[in-house]
């Protein structure tokens, strides 16, 4: 990847960092990318595009993000070609961390889950809690549509 530093005025310091787009990447396959970083351009054809006018992001655009400088190598894993994993990533799991007292609803609304009608209202702590048939320990895993919540704290005996 290409880095640059960049020291915005009024702004934090961010690293400008650009990544081929590959068809076996996570950003690709599940379009995925943390909430810290921001896509500002894409090249396409030697062509400068925004993230909107280039939609769809294609294998071969290459995507430029700023994120914080303490955090854009970790951006790497989103653009490397990975094979599909039957299994969460463990480096992804800090990256999309949510409240325990979020409800099922929620997480469906801005993830893109599917939540049957009588587990909307359910917090992701109550899903463990009816879920798992022991109490839930930090790495307990529960399926949810399309993806794993994964336990990462537990306080008072429950998901946090």
Do not use: C
């Not at 006018?53 to 989103?78: H, T």
């Not at 009608?117 to 009816?130: Q, S």
């Amino acid at each position: 990847p290409r880095r640059v530093e960049l020291d915005l005025p009024g702004q934090l310091e961010q690293q400008l960092v650009g990544y081929p787009v590959r068809p076996k990447s996570l950003y690709f396959r599940r379009g995925l990318i943390p909430s810290w970083s921001k896509p500002t351009l894409v090249i396409r054809n030697e062509n400068i595009l925004t993230p909107t006018e280039a939609e769809p992001i294609a294998p071969g655009d290459y995507i430029y993000l700023l994120a914080p400088p303490e955090k854009a190598e970790s951006l790497d894993r989103f653009f490397v070609d990975m094979q599909p994993s039957s299994a969460p990533d463990p480096h992804l799991l800090g990256d999309f961390m949510v409240s325990g007292e979020h409800t099922l609803a929620e997480l469906a609304e801005i993830y893109g889950v599917k939540v049957s009608d009588d587990e909307t209202k359910l917090t992701l702590a109550d899903y463990f809690d009816v879920h798992l048939d022991r109490a839930p320990k930090e790495g307990a895993e529960l399926a949810l549509d399309e993806i794993v919540l994964v336990a990462r704290s537990i306080s008072g005996g429950r998901v946090s």
